[in-house]
């Protein structure tokens, strides 16, 4: 089975400073992973996504992602935030070889809301 | 050029009544998909298209839910008897190539705002 949690439901931060939005998974072999963004009334859009290779993935608005195998973990960030960064971040996963019974749909996290204050 | 589109963009209905919504996928997307976003629950997964045929519908909730997609392009997602807990905003996805493999980045549609009242 696979799975992802995003065990901040909002972060908070200033304009300038760095942001990080935080994703953990499970899958039962080696995971494929993304990060999509959701503005107000929006549809999610696509931001990045690690299917093999280098570790750190750049993706679009300036956000980059690093992909961590021994902590499970595939970590948004961006060096400097804007307040129109302002959005619901979701983490999804899939594994990469479900085997028998698995699912070749991705996974979903609950989403982050990212406040980035002025 | 077009998105994936969706329609109606808001639906407030009466419990009881069926709806019908509607999702036009970017031209030449093989995959569709049907998700639920309700308030602080994140996306639910509720059935997968690989052109006409639905190989993973194990998200429907229940019988009260279906789905069809025609000619490897609309599809339109059916809630019969619709119920207060029904409500919620309802997304649709495309992406340019089936699951097997290669795992393409989503497109999702502005969703659908279902209210039952």
């Known amino acids: 089975a696979q799975s992802v949690a995003q065990p901040e439901d909002q972060v908070n931060v200033a304009e300038g400073n760095p942001l990080t939005v935080k994703c953990t998974y499970s899958v039962s072999g080696n995971p494929y992973l993304f990060w999509y963004v959701q503005y107000p009334n929006r549809g999610l859009q696509f931001l990045l996504k690690?299917?093999?290779?280098?570790?750190l993935v750049k993706g679009s608005y300036g956000f980059e992602a690093e992909f961590n195998k021994s902590q499970t973990s595939f970590h948004l960030k961006k060096p400097s935030a804007l307040v129109s960064d302002s959005a619901l971040y979701f983490c999804?996963?899939?594994?990469?070889?479900?085997?028998?019974?698995?699912?070749?749909?991705?996974?979903f996290g609950r989403g982050t809301s990212l406040i980035v204050h002025p | 050029g077009a998105g994936v589109s969706q329609s109606p963009s808001n639906k407030v209905t009466e419990k009881g009544k069926d709806v019908e919504l509607r999702c036009d996928p970017i031209s030449g997307h093989t995959a569709l998909y049907w998700y639920r976003q309700s308030l602080g629950q994140g996306l639910e997964f509720l059935i997968y298209f690989q052109g006409n045929s639905a190989p993973d519908k194990s998200g429907l909730p229940s019988d009260r839910f279906s789905a069809e997609r025609t000619g490897g392009s609309v599809s339109t997602l059916t809630i019969q008897r619709t119920q207060q807990e029904d409500s919620a905003v309802y997304l649709c996805a495309s992406s340019a190539a089936g699951t097997g493999f290669y795992p393409a980045e989503q497109y999702f549609g502005p969703g659908t705002r279902l209210t039952v009242t």
């Open positions: 690690y299917i093999t290779g280098d570790n």
């Open positions: 999804a996963v899939r594994d990469m070889s479900p085997g028998p019974g698995g699912s070749y749909i991705p996974t």
